[in-house]
């Protein structure tokens, strides 16, 4: 890297800054606005036209729960941004979708365990992916209106990250009280089925906000983009756009998932701070990636619809830097000579290899809206997204960083957006 900036010491306080002195990077919390601010004043201080576009977003408290039948208690865990109770109520149960269709739940507490319970449920509102049987399954619980869900999952890396047991329902447009558990757990709690249970939940919802940072440089598009986002030249001009979440889930301190993707892009803001090229360039943190509204990707999308086109290519970095392995560019419709250009960089990279395609990341919003996209991860990460048990937990910390490989990708990264834009 050029100048005389010692960079490895750079990108290792970058990582103590955003995973141990900020402790809650969730959308919504102070810490995860510290992050916002902080990405945003180091853009800002390497002469970057910056936003910071706000939306409403929930922060969440939870105090715990307790669930206690007439002779033993259970260990549940309060589902994230579930509504807090104090109740009491007849315990049911339902282990399939047919099972639920015929029972009468009002007024009970339901456990929901074995097969209707292998995956955790999409979010009401979450365009991107909702099965109809998720969607019917939502239905049922909410015309059902029973007091209160309890959930006995096991495990399910590709939609829940390594977390054992997982939240089934994590769902801030879900307003039943539910809580959740191991499959053993729920085993020994339908012995209970017939009886009256109680259920605390100490768990509150905190009205909040939270916003993307977008940073433009190069172009006439980065430099009039704050006055004349909905001119013509803003929509057309031609732009490379690399993203990284900067939100983590609360509990973990979010060091693959996703703060070395933001460090990449913090360095990226460093080495292209005197790009002057004909492409813009645009750096955006986007805020809720690991949240279930998404309202980060959906607030862009919503401001930029009408923009897509202007997209050349999108680089979204999660996963990366993982100390196992080497890194790995997976490969979204580049067109022919794009294509070539990125996997001769791969070849004159030993340390990053191609990977197969998978969904998992910002980066699927812009292949849906038919732009080439180039994901950015760990091979690691990649080979074992459906079984392991790092990302959503507190496993996933600064120790398990290689900052060289971080390194390595912010320089990769730049090389390819300067061959690109030349």
Aim: with cysteine; hydrophobic share 35%; charged share 25%.
């Amino acid at each position: 890297m050029n100048d005389k900036t010692d960079w490895l010491p750079l990108c290792e306080d970058y990582l103590r800054r955003l995973c141990i002195e900020i402790s809650d990077r969730s959308v919504g919390s102070e810490g995860n606005r510290e992050a916002t601010r902080f990405f945003s004043r180091e853009l800002k201080s390497l002469g970057w036209k910056t936003e910071t576009p706000e939306f409403p977003a929930l922060d969440w408290h939870d105090g715990g729960s307790y669930l206690r039948s007439r002779d033993r208690s259970f260990e549940v865990q309060t589902s994230p941004y579930s509504p807090g109770c104090d109740l009491e109520a007849p315990l049911l149960s339902a282990s399939s979708v047919k099972e639920l269709e015929s029972l009468h739940i009002r007024g009970s507490l339901l456990l929901l365990h074995g097969e209707i319970a292998r995956e955790q449920l999409m979010p009401k509102n979450f365009v991107f992916y909702n099965p109809e049987e998720h969607q019917h399954i939502i239905s049922l619980l909410e015309k059902g209106e029973p007091k209160a869900i309890l959930c006995a999952t096991s495990r399910n890396a590709a939609l829940a990250g390594g977390v054992y047991p997982f939240p089934m329902i994590e769902d801030g447009d879900f307003h039943i009280p539910s809580v959740y558990m191991t499959e053993e757990e729920g085993r020994a709690l339908l012995s209970c089925i017939g009886q009256t249970l109680t259920l605390q939940s100490d768990s509150t919802r905190i009205a909040s906000t939270a916003c993307n940072v977008i940073g433009r440089m190069g172009a006439e598009a980065a430099d009039n983009a704050e006055t004349a986002e909905n001119t013509e030249t803003a929509e057309t001009a031609e732009k490379i756009l690399v993203t990284a979440h900067i939100d983590a889930k609360k509990g973990t301190p979010g060091a693959i998932d996703n703060a070395t993707g933001v460090i990449i892009l913090l360095l990226l803001a460093r080495l292209l701070k005197d790009y002057r090229g004909k492409t813009a360039i645009e750096l955006l943190a986007f805020n809720g990636e690991d949240y279930y509204a998404v309202p980060g990707q959906m607030d862009y999308i919503r401001t930029n619809q009408n923009s897509f086109d202007s997209i050349r290519l999108n680089i979204n970095i999660d996963g990366a830097g993982f100390r196992e392995g080497p890194s790995c560019f997976s490969l979204f419709g580049l067109p022919a000579p794009m294509q070539q250009t990125v996997l001769n960089l791969i070849d004159e990279s030993p340390d990053i290899v191609e990977a197969e395609p998978w969904p998992q990341g910002d980066h699927s919003i812009f292949v849906q809206y038919g732009r080439p996209a180039l994901a950015v991860s760990s091979k690691w990460f990649i080979d074992n997204i459906d079984d392991q048990d790092i990302t959503h937990t507190p496993k996933d910390q600064p120790g398990i960083v290689d900052c060289s490989k971080v390194l390595n990708l912010a320089r990769s990264i730049h090389r390819l957006i300067l061959n690109l834009s030349s």
